[in-house]
């Protein structure tokens, strides 16, 4: 990575992790500071653990997982070691989310409303049981080493597209929680009164989406991609021959798609690689 970009890089890392921790620190505010604390009793204690899992763990885990193979300083470190530390964010996002659904599901059957009849709730469960999904095919594809490099391949555009479209569901569905709440739980004065909760907690939904921008920025960028293995064997060995040196700089060009097919493209011409489709 050439000087520039890198300090591009850090400028736009740096405003990503200060938008997700102000996000947490504003969540644990209000629910603190605002509303009713956190218990699990069945009572607004145990709803306010919705909220907050879903912020610190579901958003900011899953977009620390998606830039997890951006960081520069990672790249001498084994890729599955990286995808060790990419699965296990995902997961604990998920076992977050997860427990925050029951927190809610608990509140609201304690209390007798219904449940699932807001769009809020049909997206926020739809993203979660496709995140599981997506969680489940990808540790048979990446992590087993059974799975095929062609299987890799193939898969991969569609992994990197719905993680990217899931982590902006998952935060657009926080927004509809944040507003439902608020309207709910806002009375003397009403939201409409711009009352200090209501205005602190708008704050708190457009950092949301300043973290979701900054995250997927920096996933969409080719140049801050980590360079393949064998990129970086042909750059740091004295005795790669020229077309070795050829295949690594081109390889390193290519997008996503073609990238792995790339992959399995060098498999093909016998060049020793551990896991390089993916
Ligand atoms: C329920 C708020 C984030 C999934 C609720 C309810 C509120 C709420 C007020 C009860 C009313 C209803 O059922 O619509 C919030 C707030 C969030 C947030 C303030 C973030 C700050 C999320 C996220 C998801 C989600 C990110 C999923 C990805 C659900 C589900 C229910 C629900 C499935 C239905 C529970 C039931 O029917 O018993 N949320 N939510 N929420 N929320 Fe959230």
């Avoid at 659904?101 to 059957?109: K, L, M, S, T, Y």
């Avoid at 898969?155 to 709910?184: C, D, N, Q, W, Y």
């Avoid at 005795?239 to 093909?268: C, F, M, P, T």
Wanted: proline share 4%.
């Amino acid at each position: 990575l050439e000087m520039e970009s890198y300090k591009h890089f850090l400028a736009v890392l740096s405003a990503a992790a200060a938008f997700g921790i102000v996000s947490i620190i504003f969540v644990l505010r209000w629910v603190l500071h605002y509303r009713e604390g956190l218990a699990w009793d069945g009572g607004l204690g145990e709803f306010n653990w919705h909220p907050v899992l879903q912020i610190s763990g579901f958003i900011f885990l899953n977009g620390a997982a998606i830039i997890v193979f951006r960081l520069p300083w990672t790249w001498r470190c084994s890729k599955l070691i990286m995808k060790f530390i990419h699965a296990g964010l995902n997961l604990a996002a998920f076992i977050c989310a997860t427990i925050s659904f029951v927190a809610v599901f608990d509140f609201h059957n304690a209390a007798q409303i219904p449940n699932m009849y807001s769009l809020h709730s049909w997206l926020g469960l739809a993203a979660l049981v496709l995140f599981c999904l997506q969680i489940v095919l990808s540790v048979i594809i990446y992590l087993m080493p059974f799975s095929p490099a062609s299987w890799r391949a193939a898969f991969m555009p569609l992994h990197v597209f719905f993680g990217r479209s899931l982590f902006g569901s998952v935060i657009a569905v926080a927004l509809m929680g944040i507003t439902e709440k608020l309207i709910f739980g806002l009375s003397n004065p009403k939201y409409k009164d711009s009352p200090p909760e209501a205005v602190f907690v708008n704050v708190m939904g457009v950092l949301l989406v300043a973290y979701g921008v900054a995250i997927l920025w920096i996933s969409t960028r080719t140049s801050w991609k980590r360079p393949n293995d064998l990129a970086l064997h042909t750059q740091h060995t004295s005795g790669g021959g020229e077309d070795n040196i050829k295949v690594g700089s081109s390889l390193s060009q290519l997008s996503d798609e073609a990238e792995a097919e790339g992959h399995v493209d060098v498999r093909r011409r016998g060049h020793k690689l551990d896991d390089q489709a993916d």
